[in-house]
């Protein structure tokens, strides 16, 4: 993976170039940023640059013999962590990244580097179960930097999604992480840093990744993938900086998921629960019309499906908000969604939206632990009844 396969970022490719050609490279940096923002794609093509025996000030050249496998993702020095856990294939009490270390690179290659939590899941198998990082990963892996590079100038480690490491884990790799071997370099990948444990979260140099422009998507979309222009456009739009969703939209790759008539699906959804959850607000007798919304919230029964479900009402919530307060030009919306938005965006305001906020990341977090999640979809929409009564503050005006 070279800096020039990476869609936009150019100012964090110049500040990552810089880190090298100045020999400033930190042991330990955490890129943090959202879904498809090309985290894991600058985290490889950054690894190559270090390691490639030709560089120049602009990229690795591709063609060394470190280049070339770095871009199979065989380099004996190339270390990956990532979440996991046992499938019909793989099982056992000690199941190890390694293990899925085929289907691993077949998914990064094939989906070029922008890859999403749920795709992954759903490549391994275990869409309807939570992966996580375990502690006898991080033996193996302190095992394995024990020893010298096998030809590169350093030996580099990529965490995947390390927020979804346990205590237990990040334990044992926080001698590493504080004070690793020499010419080792610990990449850590995260979506969500609040869910970082903080003894991991202190070791690293945080590299924040910023959402890709819609401009670049676009670009992409038709010079890599021959969309058409119009498209693009619209895709653009509805990704809203995250290039994973963008292909999936344009049914060019991901598990076939998400597309522009699932995505108008999700919304059709989501209308209707918030529907009758003001309809509850206002009469408790139509409590019947609410738990009848619930089974199209429980779809198929996959967690990280619901947990998209509840990602996208947190960013539909988002939305109504900027409308709200004037921010117009934010809300990149058409149709039946810029409609829905408008009538609903009087009722979320900033004395109630954190509350969304709260409420919704909870139940994020009790699905993630295996919560029964009617109830915990039955008990939120309750909650959203109650906080859509909460009264907005009128703004003074000046005099």
């Given at each position: 993976?070279?800096?020039s396969d ?10 990552l170039r810089?880190?090298?050609?100045e ?7 955490l ?7 090309g985290k ?10 270090i ?9 690795s050249?591709?063609?060394c ?8 993702l065989?380099?004996?020095?190339l ?13 056992g009490?000690k ?35 939570q992966?996580f990082?375990?502690a ?22 990529i965490?995947?999604?390390v927020?979804k490491?346990?205590s237990?884990?990040?334990?044992k790799?926080l001698k590493?992480?504080e004070?690793p ?10 979506e969500n840093?609040?869910q970082?444990?903080?003894t991991i979260?202190?070791r690293?140099q945080?590299?924040?990744?910023p ?20 498209d ?5 739009r509805?990704?809203?900086g ?14 076939g ?8 699906e ?6 209707e ?12 007798k139509?409590?019947d019309?609410l ?7 429980l779809?198929?029964g ?11 009402g ?6 109504c908000?900027?409308?709200n ?5 934010l809300?990149k919306?058409?149709?039946?969604e ?5 009538n ?10 954190e509350?969304?906020d ?5 139940a994020?977090?009790?699905?993630e632990r295996?919560a029964?999640?009617?109830?915990v979809l039955?008990d ?20």
């Open positions: 993976m070279k800096f990476i869609i936009g970022q150019e100012p964090l490719k110049q500040r810089r880190t090298v050609l020999n400033r490279v930190s042991h330990a940096q890129f943090l940023g959202s879904e498809g923002s894991l794609a600058l985290a490889l093509a950054y690894a190559q640059y390691n490639c025996r030709n560089r120049t000030p602009e990229d050249c591709g063609e013999p470190s280049c070339k496998k770095y871009c199979k065989i380099h004996p020095d270390h990956f962590l990532y979440p996991i856990n046992s499938t019909k294939e793989v099982t009490t199941v190890l990244s390694k293990d899925f270390i085929a289907p691993w690179r077949e998914f990064l290659t094939e989906n070029k580097y922008y890859v999403s939590l749920p795709d992954w899941y759903d490549k391994i198998g275990i869409d309807k179960k992966g990082i375990n006898d990963d991080a033996d193996n892996i302190n095992r394995t930097l024990a020893y010298k590079a096998y030809e590169a100038e350093y030996k580099v480690m965490i995947w999604m927020e490491m346990n237990a884990s990040a334990n790799l590493n992480l004070e071997p020499a010419k080792t370099l610990f990449i850590l990948i995260s840093q609040e970082i444990i903080a979260l202190s690293a945080l590299i924040k990744v959402r890709l422009k819609d401009e670049d998507i676009q670009k992409a979309l038709e010079h890599h993938h021959q969309v058409a222009t119009a693009a456009t619209k895709i653009a509805l990704a809203d995250n290039y994973t969703t963008a292909l999936m939209l344009a049914g060019k790759t991901g598990s998921n998400v597309s522009l008539a699932t995505e108008q999700r919304f059709i959804v989501f209308r629960w918030m529907r009758r959850c003001f309809t509850i607000a206002g009469n408790l139509d409590y019309k738990l009848d919304a619930i089974p199209s919230l779809g198929d996959s967690r990280e499906k619901q947990k998209e479900m509840l990602a996208y947190l960013e539909m919530f988002r939305i908000l900027q409308y307060v004037g921010n117009h030009h809300v919306l058409d149709g039946d810029l409609a829905f938005v408008k609903f965006s009087p009722f979320i305001h900033p004395q109630n939206i509350k969304f709260e409420e919704f990341n909870r994020i977090f009790h699905i295996n029964n999640a009617q109830i039955t939120l929409s309750h909650l959203i009844a109650r906080i859509l009564k909460i009264p907005a503050t009128p703004v003074a005006k000046k005099a």
